[in-house]
Nanobody, 115 residues
Framework: QVQLVESGGGLVQAGGSLRLSCVAS????????MGWYRQAPGKQRELVAT???????NYADSVKGRFTISRDNAKNTVYLQMNSLKPEDTAVYYC?????????WGQGTQVTVSS
């Protein structure tokens, strides 16, 4: 079964850092864009950052300069380095990718930033 599995979430104080990881596993023939989204309580899911298979990146304005997305194609893994975290970054973070031409989501990992 092809799937995405996130890890690295947790509780951190404002100003701190976390690094999220997402591994694509299963019988994978092709991985296109990979990205991170987040959903805070009572809000819609929103884009955080995406990265193409060639390394082109795109960020939400709210995280530019603080978050960095990267990927290791040999390991089928995408990362999200989050620095200078703010309480408003608190959300469930989801990994997303086109795996074998199919839009796929991970189960999510909770990030909580305390003030």
């Amino acid at each position: 079964q092809v799937q995405l599995v996130e890890s690295g979430g947790g509780l951190v104080q404002a100003g701190g850092s976390l690094r999220l990881s997402c591994v694509a596993s299963g019988r994978i023939f092709r991985i296109d864009d990979m990205g991170w989204y987040r959903q805070a309580p009572g809000k819609q899911r929103e884009l955080v950052a995406t990265i193409s298979s060639f390394g082109s990146t795109n960020y939400a304005d709210s995280v530019k300069g603080r978050f960095t997305i990267s990927r290791d194609n040999a390991k089928n893994t995408v990362y999200l380095q989050m620095n200078s975290l703010k309480p408003e970054d608190t959300a469930v973070y989801y990994c997303n990718s086109d795996l074998n031409w199919r839009d796929t989501w991970g189960q999510g990992t909770q990030v909580t930033v305390s003030s």
